[in-house]
């Protein structure tokens, strides 16, 4: 019976993670470039639109299923239906999701740990989507009985090898024991008819639901019960996260460009993991079934010098990083937002300083041919009145976050030094345009116990199993410093520096502390606007939608403004 095989590293024999009936295997050959592997592209025509492709991909994020299984279960029996039945998942996942991953050359990289995915990530020119920690519960094990984690041959071959993999069958043990607790108690802390539903207009609780509403808005008490039990466990899921390891296995589906694709195959082919190496041949290999003359300098001459360029330098960048910063001890631990560099830093006045700035490139744009250094200094010489003004002007009126500043804003601009879960960097790298590098995954920063896991009663076994996870690193880092990443779980602190400018910086906030977003990372970014209003108020002023409330249950809204778009589809 064919089959999908998944294979760790590139000569492992692999565990067959999912099997077809010889006319589904047929039938997928048509869509896909093999049925064999886990790495694997799709073939874009008549029969597979990029929208409809951009659909299929973006339900990777809240379902287990694999690409394959979803076109054959979900996709197959409607793709006669067209636009009509793909209105249903744009209401779930939202346009912008869809967009990003229409267009373009399609790829799926399915059971990639979560280390490997943020490596495949780092590529900028391209449009990502992954299995969410969030709306997917990650009990499953694979066929043979395992959990979701990657096995790396370094670590297994090595004599922490069944440490390595007893400490990882415990955490997600742990990790799937205990979210029924969590999931109750965010429900008790939670109750039902507590809630504030904001229906359309109005907000209610559940005792003032009655047949008007429900005929005005389509909308019943179970599907407001559906909603309240959706963000509940959400939420749970977000607390939970902490146990997993960055081996957890996930589903990655990415689009972009043939030279996008040599550029990222190159720098996987010359990691020092295993996996990652594994999966830049298997990308290879499948772009190489659509585009093989767009991308057929990988194996040759140029492509393996540039391989060993790479490998080269980063690894003797590494040992002499290493050497230098032997004796330096850490410090600024506990600093979650640091903004290390800022635009008018030097000066008495930033904000003025930003002010002249974005008073000289927007007059420049609309300018008849005065140069940028004598508009600099015209600008100096209006009032802060008069500057404003034209800011403002210029900013517009925003009666939506969508509606973003122009270019000048790109020419104020912030350095932060961020330290903050690791789970929050998987959130925030998704922001690939802003200059942003992490540090390797490590222990050295600690963790911050979730007041939560007290409440539960869970706090014993959470600090048992991150003790495993330090003792563990440790023997590890000296002999396997990149590999020993696999080890550490998503509540451990992490470093990395994020420059981005003004009109990023919109973005970033206004999208970030929306009511649904993780609290982790709401918090993060909130404290960043802060440093920027303290600092720039011009900029500040502007950002009309950053969301500075707390939100215990921060996805009711969006699950309910979700159920009403499905009643009015449905009554299409």
């Known amino acids: 019976m064919p089959a999908t095989t998944l294979k760790f590293w590139e000569n492992d024999q692999g565990v067959p993670v999912e099997d077809f009936t010889d006319e589904e295997a047929q039938t997928l050959s048509k ?47 409607n793709k006669d239906r067209g636009r ?28 990639v740990s979560n280390l490997a995915a943020k490596e495949i990530e780092e ?26 984690f990657y096995k790396d041959p370094d670590i297994l071959n090595s004599q922490y090898g069944d440490d390595y993999l007893n400490l990882m069958k415990g955490l997600f043990e742990s990790y799937v024991k205990n979210m029924n607790a969590m999931i109750k108690y965010m429900g008790d802390l939670n109750p039902f008819e ?19 509403v429900e005929e005005k808005y389509g909308i019943t008490e179970t599907d407001l019960r559906r909603a309240y039990e959706n963000s509940v466990k959400a939420n749970a899921l977000d607390l939970m996260r902490d146990y997993l390891p960055m081996s957890t296995l996930t589903h990655v589906g990415m689009n972009m460009n043939a030279r996008s694709y040599e550029y990222m195959t190159l720098k996987m082919l010359s990691s020092p993991l295993a996996e990652c190496r594994w999966i830049g041949k298997q990308v290879f290999t499948e772009m190489y079934k659509l585009v093989p003359s767009l991308i057929k ?28 910063l032997k004796d330096v001890g850490l410090k600024d631990v506990e600093e979650q937002v640091k903004l290390v560099g800022y635009t008018g830093k030097d ?28 508009l600099i200094e015209y600008a100096g010489k209006l009032s802060a009145d008069e500057r404003k003004k034209l800011i403002a002007t210029y900013v517009g009126d925003r009666t939506n976050r969508r509606y973003k500043p122009g270019r000048a804003f790109e020419n104020v601009e912030y350095l932060f030094d961020l330290n903050g879960r690791v789970g929050i960097f998987r959130d925030i790298q998704r922001h690939r345009i802003c200059t942003q590098e992490r540090q390797n995954f490590t222990v050295n920063l600690g963790y911050n116990m979730r007041k939560e896991y007290k409440e539960i009663g869970i706090d014993d076994d959470y600090e048992n199993k991150m003790r495993q996870v330090v003792e563990l690193f440790n023997r590890l880092h000296p002999i396997l410093p990149f590999q020993s990443q696999y080890v550490v779980t998503f509540g451990f602190n992490t470093r990395w520096y994020y420059k981005l400018n003004a009109r990023q910086f919109f973005h970033l906030c206004e999208l970030r502390t929306v009511p649904g977003g993780h609290p982790d990372y709401r918090k993060l970014v909130q404290n960043m606007f802060l440093k920027v209003k303290e600092l720039h108020p011009i900029v500040a002023e502007h950002m009309k939608f950053v969301d500075m409330n707390d939100r215990p249950l921060g996805r009711l809204e969006s699950e309910i403004r979700i159920a009403v778009k499905k009643k009015t589809l449905g009554a299409k």
């Open 31 to 77: 869509f896909v470039t093999t049925i064999d592997n886990n790495v694997f592209a799709w073939k874009i025509g008549n029969d597979l639109t990029p929208e409809q492709i951009g659909a299929l991909l973006s339900r990777y994020s809240r379902t287990s299923f694999t690409g394959k299984k979803l076109f054959l279960k979900e996709f197959l029996p």
């Open 297 to 324: 300098r990988v194996p040759e001459k140029h492509g393996l010098s540039f391989q060993e360029f790479l490998r080269n330098k980063n690894h003797n960048s590494f040992n002499m990083s290493s050497e230098i």
């Open 347 to 374: 000066s008495e006045n930033p904000d003025e300083i930003a002010q002249i700035i974005l008073t000289a490139t927007i007059l420049y744009k609309f300018s008849r041919g005065h140069s940028l250094t004598q």
């Open 194 to 212: 507590a809630q504030g539903f904001r229906i359309g207009d109005i907000v209610i609780k559940i005792s003032e639901l009655n047949k008007d």
């Open 84 to 111: 009509e039945f793909f209105e249903s998942w744009l209401v779930d996942y939202g346009d912008d999701s869809i967009q990003e991953m229409s267009g373009g050359l399609p790829v799926s990289c399915e059971f």
């Open 123 to 148: 590529s900028r020119l391209g449009s990502y989507i992954e299995k969410s920690t969030r709306y997917v519960f990650f009990d499953k094990t694979l066929p043979n009985g395992d959990f979701l």
